[in-house]
């Protein structure tokens, strides 16, 4: 079995719901590695700010800031030098603006003005009019990654082609969704 095969079988084989969160966020977080690691850094799990009182999932390091690869467009574009992840195994509880106002809040200006949930479901509508709240407010872009869209990246890959142009194009596809 290939490495692409065999992520794309643990994700899809990982029970939704919170007693898998931690699976959910270990496979999730290999994957990413696996399809984003050059260019981005490895990650750092689970890191908690000064006070201790916020606790991001993931965050890869984007040192990217010159030529024309992916992330360096997207560095230059919403100043997104770290890229948080936050992973939601959600089963029948669903993803709504609690979650996106938490991810929001994750995020401080030196780290950039993305974030992404990688998730089983995709949000409420509450959840998506939130979104773009926040992006009229002040120019941040919450993507919302399903398992699908996460395997998706890994047959990109695995075509030789470039994973990253899924996130540039969600991030596309939220400019010309966002009122």
């Given at each position: 079995?290939?490495?692409?095969?065999d992520?794309?079988?643990?994700?899809?084989?990982?029970p939704a719901?919170?007693?898998?969160w931690?699976?959910?966020?270990?496979?999730?977080?290999?994957?990413?590695?696996?399809?984003?690691?050059?260019?981005?850094q490895?990650?750092?799990i689970?890191?908690?700010?000064?006070?201790?009182?916020?606790r991001?999932?993931?965050?890869?390091?984007?040192?990217?800031?010159?030529?024309?690869?992916?992330?360096?467009k997207?560095?230059?574009?919403?100043?997104?030098?770290?890229?948080?992840?936050?992973f939601k195994?959600?089963?029948?509880?669903e993803i709504g603006?609690?979650e996106?106002?938490?991810?929001?809040?994750?995020?401080t200006?030196?780290m950039?003005?993305?974030?992404i949930?990688?998730?089983?479901?995709?949000?409420?509508n509450?959840?998506?009019?939130?979104?773009?709240?926040?992006?009229?407010?002040?120019?941040?872009?919450?993507l919302?990654?399903?398992?699908?869209?996460?395997?998706?990246?890994?047959?990109?890959?695995?075509?030789?082609e470039?994973?990253?142009?899924?996130?540039?194009?969600?991030?596309?596809?939220f400019?010309?969704?966002?009122?």
């Open positions: 079995m290939t490495t692409v095969l992520l794309v079988d643990r994700l899809n084989n990982c719901g919170r007693t898998n931690s699976d959910f966020e270990d496979i999730c977080v290999e994957i990413l590695e696996y399809l984003f690691v050059p260019p981005l490895p990650p750092i689970q890191p908690r700010s000064y006070s201790g009182i916020d991001r999932d993931a965050v890869f390091a984007n040192r990217e800031d010159t030529g024309t690869n992916t992330w360096a997207i560095r230059r574009e919403l100043n997104a030098r770290m890229i948080l992840f936050e195994n959600y089963d029948t509880s603006k609690e996106i106002l938490q991810v929001k809040n994750y995020l200006n030196p950039g003005k993305l974030a949930i990688c998730s089983t479901k995709l949000p409420n509450a959840a998506h009019i939130k979104r773009n709240t926040i992006f009229s407010d002040d120019r941040t872009v919450i919302f990654i399903t398992k699908e869209k996460l395997e998706e990246m890994l047959y990109i890959k695995e075509r030789g470039e994973p990253a142009d899924l996130i540039m194009d969600e991030i596309e596809k400019y010309l969704q966002h009122e």
